[in-house]
């Protein structure tokens, strides 16, 4: 299974943009990058994905390198409620194996 | 929106019994996934299925099977559970396999076995 990289946790202050980047060195031509997030207590919950180009959504945008190989999750202005655990990972195009890992703890600072 | 859900929040089972954890897609879903996730260690895939009836080991299969008779039911099974199986469990549902469907997410069963 393709691999992602994340810190293991980062820190934010409220209503500040966030960047929770992701390495994926490994990436195949047609993995697509997907990003969930689990808040406390509940099951992960979907964020965004893209293939190539940068990607936006009511949630959150996604930047994606020119090479692919890292990404870059972006939340535009952290609410106390987007303090969660934010997975990064790479779907393949075939199969249905793919790493999760243990994900970016993210700590909003009210 | 689609919505997973899994029968059971939280249990309390003795080691040696048998355990069943159910799930429920409502979106009439192709593929299902049971991972069970652990502190320090992510979610680990035990078993997915890709259609009904079929299955695929994931990487931590040993000690559970699972059972997928209709397409929106996808169930998890312990035949007997022992205490290194407690744990929260996650089961998990896509409309493919293709990289760019969505994996949607039940809330989680919490297991302990005492």
Request: net charge neutral; hydrophobic share 30%; charged share 20%.
């Amino acid at each position: 299974d393709a691999k992602t990289t994340q810190p293991n946790s980062m820190e934010s202050n409220e209503e500040e943009p966030v960047h929770l980047p992701c390495n994926h060195s490994t990436i195949s031509g047609t993995d697509y990058i997907h990003w969930y997030r689990q808040l406390p207590s509940q099951g992960p919950e979907y964020v965004i994905h893209g293939l190539t180009s940068n990607v936006n959504n009511r949630m959150a945008s996604l930047a994606i390198a020119e090479d692919r190989k890292s990404s870059t999750l972006i939340l535009h202005r952290a609410t106390l409620r987007d303090a969660a655990v934010y997975y990064c990972i790479l779907r393949p195009n075939t199969g249905n194996q793919f790493y999760f890992g243990t994900g970016t703890s993210l700590t909003v600072i009210p | 929106d689609v919505k997973v859900t899994q029968s059971s929040r939280y249990l309390v089972k003795r080691t040696g019994e048998k355990v069943f954890l159910e799930c429920v897609q409502d979106m009439d879903h192709e593929n299902m996934f049971w991972y069970r996730q652990d502190p320090g260690l992510g979610l680990r895939l035990i078993y997915f299925s890709y259609d009904v009836k079929m299955k695929e080991k994931g990487d931590i299969p040993e000690g559970y099977s699972v059972s997928r008779e209709k397409k929106e039911r996808f169930s998890l099974i312990l035949e007997s559970a022992s205490t290194n199986q407690t744990s929260m469990y996650l089961c998990a549902s896509s409309l493919g396999p293709r990289a760019r469907n969505t994996i949607y997410f039940g809330e989680g069963s919490w297991l302990t076995v005492v």
